[in-house]
């Protein structure tokens, strides 16, 4: 009996009548991915910045310069990642990056000279913020069309799962053990277990026959294929390509920016360290139903519709920050900036491929995730200008309203082109 191409992207065991189907696999692997770039994340870095300056006898503003340079070098590698993406294939760059990152990180654990430890940094931002963070970002796009936005809202919420589990252990074994070890484990983990899945489990993009059986491809015109779809130069000369990069880079310049100053932007308006702690975990638990409910309204409703509501959202709750008065404010703040970055990174997440296609989607996505990069390096440093300035936060955050206000009009009225491009 012969088998089918399909056949070969079906896991052992499972049945020929409901063969799994192996984009989900890819979803899996593409989390796996995400959160191993945990070290070269500022949430990961920060779980080991105290004990790291006390290490090395730094202090915080010399600290902070480094990772601005770091991030703002390490985001370079992204347009390099895409690129080499779209010609060498996801398997191989997976492998390679993961391998690399956990090498960078493990000699980061053993390293202890300043100058030493800020080329360390610039490589695990430019790997693991930025170059593995592509790879993952895009895997799911080379198999998925129609299921596009459940794909990517699945992805959303593992990956969020993933994060959730991986910062207490991490931060546990930095207590428990110093940063150091805990480094190290976090280096051997990459080298050991993420790299080699990476090589024994990523497929390259099933043939169009496998798409059609599995739905993926309801049309040729509709959905394009592997092949079609447009350039990387062609997807930077649309509106489109811009409103949802610059929608999506001004949340995560606002997200990063609140983010890193949240307990003094609520100390600020009267509130504690625990008001402060309570909104992070209600921030994080609406992120994960604006994963799903993004997912959902994006396969039913149009993706300008959705980056509007979500700009709209976060314009609103940003010209509420400055005013918050009760807890109860304080919780509904958490709700709307959660809500509104599940939707925006659902949208992030599956509008280059289902708008662009997939002929050059690596580089398409390493030029947004760059913009994304930049903006969040960035937004700490607006915010600390703005306080050092005025004396308060009201006046970036009345104008980053704005900003976002006109983001969402752009957002509803962009036109949208298909996923072929028209040559």
């Not at 056949?7 to 991915?33: E, F, I, N």
């Not at 600290?63 to 991030?71: G, I, S």
């Not at 504690?272 to 992070?280: E, F, P």
């Not at 039913?300 to 980056?307: C, H, T, Y």
């Amino acid at each position: 009996m012969t088998h089918s191409a399909a056949d070969s992207h079906r896991l052992p065991g499972t049945s020929t009548r409901a063969p799994l189907y192996y984009g989900w696999v890819t979803v899996g692997l593409a989390a796996l991915a995400m959160v191993g770039t945990l070290p070269g994340r500022t949430q990961g870095l920060g779980l080991i910045t105290e004990p790291l300056l006390k290490d090395l006898n730094l202090d915080r503003v010399t600290f902070a310069q480094m990772n601005l340079w770091a991030t703002l070098i390490g985001s370079l590698f992204c347009l390099g990642t895409g690129r080499l993406l779209d010609q060498l294939g996801a398997r191989r760059l997976f492998t390679l990056i993961a391998f690399a990152l956990g090498a960078v990180v493990l000699a980061m654990s053993r390293t202890a000279g300043v100058l030493l430890i800020f080329g360390l940094l610039v490589l695990s931002r430019g790997l693991g913020q930025n170059a593995l963070s592509v790879v993952s970002l895009t895997m799911p796009g080379h198999w998925f069309s129609r299921r596009l936005s459940l794909a990517m809202a699945v992805y959303s919420i593992t990956l969020s799962i993933g994060f959730m589990v991986a910062f207490p252990i991490v931060g546990g074994a930095v207590v428990a053990h110093g940063w150091r070890p805990a480094w190290a484990a976090i280096g051997w983990c990459l080298l050991v277990v993420v790299a080699p899945l990476g090589w024994l489990l990523v497929r390259p993009t099933p043939p169009n026959a496998e798409l059609a059986r599995e739905g993926e491809i309801v049309s040729r015109a509709a959905d394009g294929d592997a092949t079609s779809g447009f350039t990387w130069k062609e997807a930077l000369r649309s509106s489109a390509f811009w409103v949802f990069a610059l929608a999506s880079s001004v949340y995560n310049l606002i997200a990063s920016g609140i983010g890193l100053f949240n307990e003094s932007v609520l100390a600020e308006r009267g509130f504690d360290a625990g008001i402060y702690h309570h909104s992070l975990v209600i921030t994080a638990l609406t992120s994960l139903v604006g994963n799903f409910v993004g997912g959902w309204l994006a396969a039913k409703w149009s993706l300008n519709g959705l980056m509007a509501v979500a700009m709209t959202l976060l314009a609103a709750a940003l010209v509420s920050l400055p005013s918050l008065q009760t807890v109860g404010q304080v919780y509904g703040f958490a709700v709307t900036m959660g809500v509104s970055g599940g939707f925006v990174i659902v949208l992030f997440f599956t509008v280059w491929a289902k708008v662009f296609g997939r002929v050059q989607l690596g580089r398409i996505q390493g030029s947004a995730q760059m913009l994304t990069v930049l903006a969040s390096a960035v937004g700490p440093l607006l915010l600390a200008k703005c306080h050092a300035w005025t004396g308060s936060y009201a006046a970036i955050f009345y104008a980053l309203a704005g900003v976002v206000g006109v983001l969402a009009v752009a957002a509803w009225w962009v036109k949208l082109p298909g996923a072929q491009a028209s040559r």
